[in-house]
């Protein structure tokens, strides 16, 4: 039943899965061994940037209208995908940084500002967001960095660290201190272009080293009184806070998605591994516990890409709602991601921990896939986010007439899409939360026998919304700051939980007849793993298990990706 949906991959994405080659290729400069190789030395992989370089990544992250290929977000984390699922060091090394500093840039630059950044990343050049403080970690409004205003401009001082590629790159943004007082309205974003600034008055600080992306080459920089001329600044004075956060509403949105990519190969190794292991008579893909996480986990992917397809097309359609979205995306794609590489571990045994060998890139790929929860923003900073909106989206969106908006450019995931406006982004969704309302339209439609089961869950889901929207437009203030109870921070999981479960129905609803996303036994699978429980969920039903293993076993042998496009991989 395999069949790649239109529209969802562009051909590009095609093209840079065969320039990249195979993973078991011998022959093929991005293997997985040499890909190792790098990583054993904590070097980026010199043979992918190369052929990253050829491929023009760049021109990835630089909209359609300043000269590059950006035009639709779920096409650019496909085409990250294929990056991802080899080396996560080199999406993040090469391309995720410069992309974080480039969306900051579409965001909050004028036009020349935003023309020669352009011109830098189409020229293959890096641009670093240097936001990160020690002292200060997500906290973004403690940012210690100053940036004076002087009779001939700015003068910047303090020490930016742990920021990917400072010491490689050609330019950067910058946020920093322009009040001294506190409040949202402190600080400004700078762009700093190396090539003309002082170099007596930086200084590279030494690289930070890690665990998992040892090759991702994580630095800092000191600046001393660094003169700037006044039109370096990126946006309004003390816009600096407001500018970032919306632009990070994209990446939070499509950095976790791209990593599904790396999902897809600790999936397929797993598979190759257990297909050829000779146990008890048969092989381990015989043992019904095999069997059944193995599936749990093709599920659990499928979850993940369509909340993060639902997320990168809500960038285009519900723009205004994106700040809730985005913190949705990140903190429920990152767990599923998580947890899913931890149990294909366990199915790998002592083989996930071997540094060579048909299954040695597997331990690379679970040390890589940490910093999904933590970096950039971590999934607690998203729920801190999310809370404080609660209330409102209860009130106006979760039981009112925002139900009747129609959503299938949301849903349809093949279907063209609007422009990507930067400019259209909030701090804010004013309680507007079309996504979760939507989920009164099945609640209310008829459903055939046949899919009896599937009503039920989506009425019942339906109720708990009506449920939660009680709870949270009682909340007060003081329920809703950093110092929060549990208890309430337990609300936004509620929260996350009946929102992916309303993508998922959404989705199958939208979805191509002739396509697996039709089959409602994933739906019943994606259902079933998210339902309320304490614990971790129990097995598949066996007719549903069937059908995924089916599915996963056939796309495995036909050199398919496992994700929501099927398209063939260079394997």
Same mark, same amino acid.
């Given at each position: 039943? #395999? +069949?790649?949906?239109? @529209?969802? &991959?562009?051909?590009? /994405?095609?093209?840079?899965?065969? $320039? !990249?080659? *195979?993973?078991?290729?011998?022959?093929?400069?991005?293997?997985?061994?040499?890909?190792?190789?790098?990583?054993?030395?904590?070097?980026?992989?010199?043979?992918?940037?190369?052929l990253l370089d050829t491929y023009g990544l760049n021109a990835e992250f630089v909209p359609?209208?300043?000269?590059?290929?950006?035009?639709?977000?779920?096409?650019?984390?496909?085409?990250?995908?294929?990056?991802?699922?080899?080396?996560?060091?080199?999406?993040?090394?090469?391309?995720?940084?410069?992309?974080?500093?480039?969306? #900051? +840039?579409?965001?909050? @630059?004028? &036009?020349?500002?935003? /023309?020669?950044?352009?011109?830098? $990343? !189409?020229? *293959?050049?890096?641009?670093?967001?240097?936001?990160?403080?020690?002292?200060?970690?997500?906290?973004?409004?403690?940012?210690?960095?100053?940036?004076?205003?002087?009779?001939?401009?700015?003068?910047?001082?303090?020490?930016?660290?742990?920021?990917?590629?400072?010491?490689?790159?050609?330019?950067?943004?910058?946020?920093?201190?322009?009040?001294p007082k506190p409040g949202p309205r402190s600080h400004s974003l700078m762009f700093v272009?190396?090539?003309?600034?002082?170099?007596?008055?930086?200084?590279?600080?030494?690289?930070?080293?890690?665990?998992?992306?040892?090759?991702?080459?994580?630095?800092?920089?000191?600046?001393?009184?660094?003169?700037?001329?006044?039109?370096?600044?990126?946006?309004?004075?003390?816009?600096?806070?407001?500018?970032?956060?919306?632009?990070?509403?994209?990446?939070?949105?499509?950095?976790?998605?791209?990593?599904?990519?790396?999902?897809?190969?600790?999936?397929?190794?797993?598979?190759?591994?257990?297909?050829?292991?000779?146990?008890?008579?048969?092989?381990?893909?015989?043992?019904?516990?095999?069997?059944?996480?193995?599936?749990?986990?093709?599920?659990?992917?499928?979850?993940?890409?369509?909340?993060?397809?639902?997320?990168?097309?809500?960038?285009?359609?519900?723009?205004?709602?994106?700040?809730?979205?985005?913190?949705?995306?990140?903190?429920?794609?990152?767990?599923?991601?998580?947890?899913?590489?931890?149990?294909?571990?366990?199915?790998?045994?002592?083989?996930?921990?071997?540094?060579?060998?048909?299954?040695?890139?597997?331990?690379?790929?679970?040390?890589?896939?940490?910093?999904?929860?933590?970096?950039?923003?971590?999934?607690?900073?998203?729920?801190?986010?999310?809370?404080?909106?609660?209330?409102?989206?209860?009130?106006?969106?979760?039981?009112?007439?925002?139900?009747?908006?129609?959503?299938?450019?949301?849903?349809?995931?093949?279907?063209?899409?609007?422009?990507?406006?930067?400019?259209?982004?909030?701090?804010?969704?004013?309680?507007?939360?079309?996504?979760?309302?939507?989920?009164?339209?099945?609640?209310?439609?008829?459903?055939?026998?046949?899919?009896?089961?599937?009503?039920?869950?989506?009425?019942?889901?339906?109720?708990?919304?009506?449920?939660?929207?009680?709870?949270?437009?009682?909340?007060?203030?003081?329920?809703?700051?950093?110092?929060?109870?549990?208890?309430?921070?337990?609300?936004?999981?509620?929260?996350?939980?009946?929102?992916?479960?309303?993508?998922?129905?959404?989705?199958?609803?939208?979805?191509?007849?002739?396509?697996?996303?039709?089959?409602?036994?994933?739906?019943?699978?994606?259902?079933?793993?998210?339902?309320?429980?304490?614990?971790?969920?129990?097995?598949?039903?066996?007719?549903?298990?069937?059908?995924?293993?089916?599915?996963?076993?056939?796309?495995?042998?036909?050199?398919?990706?496992?994700?929501?496009?099927?398209?063939?991989?260079?394997?």
């Open positions: 039943m #395999t +069949l790649t949906p239109p @529209g969802l &991959a562009p051909k590009r /994405a095609d093209e840079l899965e065969d $320039l !990249l080659g *195979g993973l078991t290729d011998p022959a093929n400069p991005a293997r997985a061994e040499a890909i190792l190789d790098a990583d054993e030395r904590a070097e980026m992989f010199a043979g992918g940037e190369a359609a209208a300043l000269g590059g290929r950006l035009s639709r977000a779920d096409h650019l984390a496909e085409v990250m995908r294929s990056v991802y699922r080899r080396d996560p060091a080199l999406g993040l090394g090469y391309g995720a940084s410069s992309l974080i500093a480039g969306v #900051t +840039l579409w965001t909050a @630059g004028d &036009a020349r500002q935003s /023309a020669h950044a352009a011109g830098l $990343l !189409l020229d *293959g050049r890096r641009i670093a967001i240097a936001f990160h403080e020690l002292a200060h970690g997500n906290d973004m409004a403690g940012t210690d960095f100053t940036a004076a205003t002087v009779p001939d401009g700015l003068l910047l001082n303090g020490r930016k660290e742990v920021v990917t590629n400072i010491r490689r790159a050609d330019a950067l943004v910058v946020l920093a201190r322009t009040d272009d190396r090539a003309t600034a002082d170099p007596d008055r930086l200084t590279d600080l030494p690289r930070f080293r890690t665990v998992g992306m040892r090759g991702v080459q994580l630095g800092g920089l000191a600046f001393d009184d660094l003169p700037l001329p006044a039109d370096a600044r990126l946006g309004a004075s003390g816009a600096g806070l407001e500018n970032a956060l919306k632009a990070l509403q994209v990446t939070r949105t499509v950095l976790p998605v791209m990593a599904t990519g790396a999902l897809d190969t600790g999936l397929r190794i797993a598979l190759t591994h257990l297909a050829r292991r000779r146990l008890y008579g048969g092989t381990a893909l015989d043992i019904p516990h095999v069997r059944s996480v193995l599936a749990g986990v093709f599920a659990d992917l499928l979850r993940a890409e369509t909340l993060g397809a639902v997320g990168a097309r809500a960038l285009h359609v519900l723009p205004g709602s994106a700040s809730v979205y985005s913190a949705v995306v990140k903190f429920e794609v990152a767990r599923l991601l998580l947890d899913a590489m931890d149990r294909l571990a366990e199915l790998l045994g002592a083989h996930f921990y071997l540094r060579q060998g048909p299954t040695g890139l597997f331990q690379k790929l679970l040390r890589d896939m940490a910093p999904v929860g933590f970096g950039h923003i971590a999934r607690a900073a998203c729920q801190m986010s999310l809370l404080p909106q609660l209330p409102l989206l209860a009130r106006r969106s979760w039981t009112g007439p925002a139900a009747a908006e129609p959503l299938d450019d949301l849903f349809a995931l093949g279907a063209e899409l609007p422009a990507l406006r930067f400019d259209r982004f909030a701090l804010h969704a004013a309680g507007r939360d079309p996504l979760a309302a939507s989920l009164h339209a099945p609640a209310d439609a008829p459903w055939t026998a046949d899919h009896a089961d599937l009503g039920a869950a989506v009425r019942a889901d339906r109720a708990e919304l009506v449920q939660l929207a009680e709870i949270c437009r009682r909340l007060i203030p003081m329920d809703l700051g950093v110092d929060a109870r549990p208890e309430h921070y337990d609300l936004v999981t509620r929260y996350v939980r009946l929102l992916t479960r309303t993508a998922y129905v959404q989705v199958w609803r939208h979805a191509d007849p002739a396509g697996f996303l039709a089959d409602p036994a994933w739906l019943r699978a994606a259902l079933h793993r998210s339902a309320a429980r304490p614990h971790r969920p129990g097995p598949l039903p066996e007719h549903v298990e069937d059908t995924l293993l089916t599915e996963l076993l056939e796309r495995h042998r036909s050199g398919r990706s496992f994700g929501l496009t099927a398209r063939p991989l260079a394997v």
